[in-house]
């Protein structure tokens, strides 16, 4: 999950656990919650120690652990300095334990997305990968910035009952969130095995996982996909694209095989999100050249996916590609 999330979510459970008369505790746990991404500082040394690279052993519980330790001792004069001296009071085991639950929050939330990391490092490389969630999700990140916004906006402004409440009702929606994306994942996992498809992945929809089968053999590519609902099941708009990965010479291009065999080359390079994600492709033809839209099937929302567009000359084969937010459907149907 990105930061900003990660910090306010550690924040609130350490709001349900300490209550409003503990902040020092809650505040130490909401630096915790975002102490682990600190690793990016260490991409120098990455190379040579490879658990230093970004979620390596500070998104672990040894690595969570020493931060949470060093931090008790040294948390509660950096909050005193900069925001009160009554944040200096308390116990140390409480803010260890504080920053140590709000370190693991991060590590669970990490492993709940598409992300893997590795919590018994170094002595395990064992990963906790669980695809629950999209690790940038538009919908989250954008409720993380609102809740920012009105917890700023109620400080000295509404009877602090009332700002208490605000904390509680924030704690509630993400965990129901989270506990959507639980539930979620494991129906669609016990469908996908019951329809051979062989990974699921999440979408930016909450209530909604792809289910996918890809196989690469002698040069093909079989892709086969369908989008499972929480409340309603397989949705029935799935579909099967094959086609061949190969450098073809240069020449005229004369089917929308052709044309998606010739432009797929140069889509990955133009789209990092299409080489990141599971994505599927539609062909249509114009009276200039064929246009084939590459689309994330992971990364959309609204309709619209992360996408390159690819304008195949039928003549030469020449392809131009340009990176586009667009609606398959409405591609299909001759919009842009």
Same mark, same amino acid.
């Given at each position: ?21 503990? $902040? ?7 630096? !915790? ?27 672990? $519980? #040894?690595?969570?652990?020493?931060? +949470? ?13 900069? /925001?009160?001296? +009554?944040? =200096? ?25 598409? #992300? ?41 402004? /509404? ?19 989270? =506990? ?20 699921? +992945?999440?979408?930016?929809?909450? #209530? ?56 797929? !080359?140069? !889509? ?20 200039? =050249? ?14 619209? =996916? ?31």
């Amino acid at each position: 999950m990105d930061l900003f999330t990660h910090v306010l979510v550690a924040y609130l459970i350490a709001f349900g656990i300490f209550g409003p008369n503990n $902040l020092q505790y809650v505040a130490a746990a909401a630096l !915790a919650g975002g102490l682990p991404d600190a690793d990016a500082l260490l991409f120098p040394l990455a190379r040579r120690f490879p658990l230093l690279r970004h979620h390596g052993i500070t998104h672990s $519980l #040894f690595g969570v652990t020493v931060i +949470a330790g060093v931090g008790a001792l040294l948390v509660p004069f950096l909050l005193a300095a900069v /925001v009160s001296p +009554a944040f =200096a009071v308390g116990s140390p085991l409480l803010y260890f334990l504080a920053m140590e639950g709000g370190g693991l929050s991060h590590v669970f939330l990490d492993g709940f997305t598409h #992300f893997a990391v590795p919590p018994l490092a170094p002595f395990s490389k064992w990963e906790l990968h669980m695809d629950a969630d999209r690790a940038i999700n538009l919908g989250t990140f954008a409720f993380t910035g609102f809740s920012y916004w009105l917890m700023l906006y109620e400080r000295g402004r /509404v009877p602090i009952p009332v700002w208490e409440l605000t904390a509680w009702l924030l704690l509630a929606g993400y965990l129901a969130y989270l =506990a959507v994306r639980g539930v979620g994942r494991w129906k669609a996992g016990r469908v996908a095995h019951r329809e051979g498809f062989t990974a699921v +992945a999440p979408t930016g929809n909450p #209530f909604v996982f792809l289910l996918v089968e890809e196989r690469k053999d002698s040069g093909m590519v079989r892709l086969r996909h369908e989008e499972f609902h929480l409340l309603s099941g397989l949705r029935g708009t799935g579909r099967t694209l094959e086609f061949p990965v190969r450098d073809l010479p240069p020449g005229p291009v004369t089917s929308a095989d052709e044309a998606l065999e010739r432009s797929y !080359a140069p !889509a990955l390079h133009r789209g990092r999100m299409l080489e990141l994600t599971y994505h599927s492709a539609e062909v249509r033809s114009t009276s200039t =050249a064929w246009q084939v839209l590459w689309y994330s099937l992971e990364f959309s929302m609204l309709g619209r =996916a992360a996408a390159v567009l690819a304008s195949v000359d039928p003549a030469s084969g020449r392809v131009e590609t340009h990176n586009a937010w667009m609606s398959p459907r409405k591609f299909l149907a001759g919009g842009g």
